[in-house]
């Protein structure tokens, strides 16, 4: 499936690749929340790695629509956000998002 590629080729360190997977996916098609979410996730770690701020914003903030919990308790989501809070500009969506997972500002 093309889910796993995303993940796949954020591990290997492509994001290119990853999002190139990434754009091969239907996000609303995907059987379960869990897996909208993931997508999202996953698409934000591709972003983040190319340092695409925004984009990277916006995908982790559609992942945390898809599935608030899952989305808010995942490690990787809370690297992302610190990565994102010292990397640049802090906007108000990026400050709410940090607060919502545990992320100290």
Sequence with gaps: MQLHRISAENSAGDP?????????VAPHS???????????TDTAAAFGRWGRREDCLR?????????PEETRARP??????????VSGRT???????????????
Excluded: I, W
């Design 16 to 24: 290119s690749a990853a999002l190139a997977a990434a754009r091969k």
């Design 59 to 67: 995908a982790l903030l559609a992942a945390e629509h898809q599935a």
């Design 30 to 40: 995907l059987p379960s929340t869990e897996r909208r979410a993931r997508y999202y």
């Design 76 to 85: 990787a989501v809370k690297s992302l956000v610190s990565g994102l809070l």
């Design 91 to 105: 906007t108000a969506e990026l400050r709410g998002l940090a607060a919502r997972v545990g992320v100290l500002l």
